[in-house]
């Protein structure tokens, strides 16, 4: 979905790129932890196993990047295009990791 916000005529859907990435990796972070109420920032915080050493901080960027520029966007403080890929690449990179976790066997 979040891919297609940006492919969207005549501009695209930037802002909900970043939502729907954000929740993406949330959605999924939920699923492997079982924690289907919590955050995804409460989520790593309760997993190590799931976010382990330096992943931990990029799961943690993640979470505050989407939700800082894609859920409590502040007026004049839109993400850019250029953004939104690179959070969109992370994010894939990322669920595929997650998803070779032993959790999600």
């Not at 297609?4 to 802002?15: E, K, M, N, W």
């Not at 909900?16 to 919590?38: D, N, P, T, W, Y």
């Not at 859920?71 to 992370?90: C, K, Q, S, Y």
Request: aromatic share 4%; charged share 15%.
């Amino acid at each position: 979905k979040a891919q297609s916000d940006l492919s969207r005529l005549p501009a695209p859907d930037i802002t909900g790129a970043v939502q729907h990435a954000g929740a993406a990796i949330e959605c999924l972070a939920r699923e492997l932890s079982g924690q289907h109420s919590k955050t995804l920032g409460q989520i790593i915080a309760d997993n190590p196993t799931l976010f382990p050493g330096a992943l931990k901080k990029l799961a943690e960027g993640v979470w505050a990047f989407s939700s800082q520029m894609g859920r409590h966007l502040a007026e004049g403080n839109t993400p850019t295009i250029r953004e939104a890929l690179l959070l969109i690449g992370v994010v894939a990179s990322f669920t595929a990791y997650l998803l070779d976790s032993p959790q999600s066997g």
